[in-house]
């Protein structure tokens, strides 16, 4: 089984992470470095994303990526960079407090997402969608993990390119986000084949009050592209 390599992704707008959310960006990767000193570290710019476009396995979606709001490509973004190289994937909102070893020993890790009762309402009506009745929580991409390669990324590269309904485009968490990302692990069969972080672990700030505290890093959901 391949493993996660040990290099660390975050993305900003330039090379300025201290700009981030006075001084969170830094804060981030602070923690980051501090408790994976073993990892490589990498901070990639708008700049830096846009020769990705010209691989052969992303050139497909290159206009797709020009055509969308910040946020949403900051999501195929580190779809992109994933696969190509593997690693771990940090939002700059996200706050490590220990290392957790283990987070290697995968081809795909992630967390539990949990989302408020009325969205989950509102998307129980569609279908297509998988949210989240059965399991109560998505697939988060604020963090990820993963092999060089593995094929969810491209996977959710093609199923955010295929999708035309105006209600999934209008929504950045149905369209790039956490939402498509977990309804391709589950149209694809990869829930066997990754690991996924309970809250207790890792997990984002707005569930603290229903289910703890995450003991090795959270996810501060401040939402600044």
């Not at 190289?85 to 795909?108: A, K, N, Q, V, W």
């Not at 694809?188 to 990754?194: E, F, G, R």
């Amino acid at each position: 089984m391949s493993t996660i390599p040990k290099v660390i992704h975050q993305t900003w707008k330039n090379k300025k992470v201290v700009e981030y959310c006075r001084g969170l960006g830094r804060r981030s990767r602070k923690s980051l470095t501090q408790h994976y000193p073993d990892c490589q570290y990498k901070l990639w710019s708008d700049a830096d994303i846009l020769p990705l476009l010209e691989e052969p396995d992303f050139s497909p979606f290159s206009s797709l990526y020009l055509s969308q709001s910040k946020i949403k490509k900051t999501d195929i973004a580190r779809y992109m960079i994933l696969y190509k190289y593997g690693g771990l994937y940090f939002d700059l909102d996200c706050i490590m407090r220990e290392r957790l070893s283990s987070i290697f020993d995968h081809e795909l890790i992630g967390y539990k997402c949990f989302r408020r009762a009325a969205s989950a309402r509102c998307c129980s009506s569609r279908k297509k969608f998988l949210w989240p009745n059965e399991k109560g929580w998505i697939l988060g991409n604020a963090f990820l993990g993963a092999r060089p390669g593995h094929p969810i990324f491209l996977q959710a590269l093609q199923s955010i390119s295929d999708e035309k309904r105006n209600y999934f485009l209008k929504t950045t968490m149905k369209h790039t986000g956490p939402e498509r990302l977990d309804f391709v692990c589950q149209e694809h069969n990869h829930w066997d084949s990754t690991h996924v972080l309970g809250h207790s672990d890792f997990g984002n700030s707005s569930a603290v009050s229903n289910h703890g505290s995450p003991r090795y890093g959270i996810h501060l959901q401040k939402h600044q592209w």
